[in-house]
């Protein structure tokens, strides 16, 4: 990722964990382009379905808000 570029995270109880690079370009350009999708993020080892418009994910039955910083 380039500096200065923002950054995604998802909410882990009161923690905000970042998610790895692979998934942060995925749910970037999911958010730029206002779509929905899944794919796969290795934090969740599985395909989650992220909604980048809604900004959440759903794993496993789960969701998770998201937050771009």
């Known amino acids: 990722m380039h500096m200065g570029t923002a950054k995604w995270y998802y909410a882990a109880g009161s923690a905000w964990v970042p998610f790895d690079d692979q998934s942060q370009l995925q749910i970037e350009s999911l958010w730029r382009t ?36």
């Open 34 to 69: 206002s779509n929905a999708a899944w794919i796969y993020i290795n934090a969740f080892r599985a395909k989650a379905y992220v909604n980048g418009p809604a900004l959440y994910v759903t794993c496993n039955g789960h969701n998770y808000p998201i937050a771009r910083k």
